[in-house]
Each structure stands twice: as C-alpha cells, then as structure tokens.
Nanobody
C-alpha cells in the first residue's frame, strides 16, 4: 500500500514561487499516474495537474497552465509540483494522490492514497 507525504508548502508573496514534493513509501510510484489537487476553504477539491507513469506526458487545469510544472523522479519515488507566478487565488491545501486509471484522469474519485496535504498561502 502506498503512503504519500507532501512537503514544501508555505507562505509566499504574489509573484513568488514554491516547489511541492510528494514522497512515497510502501510501493514504487512508476506504476501510477500521479496527480496534484488543491482545496481552498469552503470549496471542493479541484484537479491541478497530473503526470503519466513514465513522466513523458503531463496535463493541467487551465488556471495554472504556463505557471505550474509537474514532474517526477521514479528513482527517488517522488513527484514534484513547481509553482511560479503564484497568485492569491492559488491559496489552498495541496494534495498529491495516485491513480491506476488509464488515459488522463482528472476526477478526484479516480485517485487514491491521498497525503495529508501541504498548505500554500499566497499573500497579495
């Protein structure tokens, strides 16, 4: 069973950058699509980005395209989310999760093994 632990969150000013990490234990990640989701107070959890098993394909929600980059290191069993040009509306708890689905899943229901989350706060 996979356990995921996010890290790298924090407080940053608008326009700043952060890099989130998602470290896995229990099983190797190379058999899973890996995704990042976020949840702001009072809102539903929303898809942010995901990356294929080999890392050769990634996809994003429109609001973060060109600013966020998801990448993975299957040797280190870790997935990352680099976030540039952060905006106050990016403030949320960010979660990583894995998926055994095929194609390009975006629904939270298609992902599992959620980590505890990392708080990202962007001040204006």
């Amino acid at each position: 069973q996979v356990q995921l632990v996010e890290s790298g969150g924090g407080l940053v000013q608008a326009g700043g950058s952060l890099r989130l990490s998602c470290a896995a234990s229990g099983r190797t990640l190379n058999s899973y699509i890996m995704g990042w989701f976020r949840q702001a107070p009072g809102k539903e959890r929303e898809f942010v980005a995901a990356i294929s098993r080999s890392g050769d394909m990634s996809y994003y929600t429109d609001s973060v395209k060109g600013r966020f980059t998801i990448f993975r290191d299957n040797v280190k069993n870790t997935v990352y989310l680099r976030m540039n040009s952060l905006k106050p509306e990016d403030t949320a708890v960010y979660y990583c999760a894995h998926s055994t689905a095929w194609g390009a899943p975006r629904r939270a229901a298609d992902f599992g093994a959620w980590g505890q989350g990392a708080q990202v706060t962007v001040s204006s």
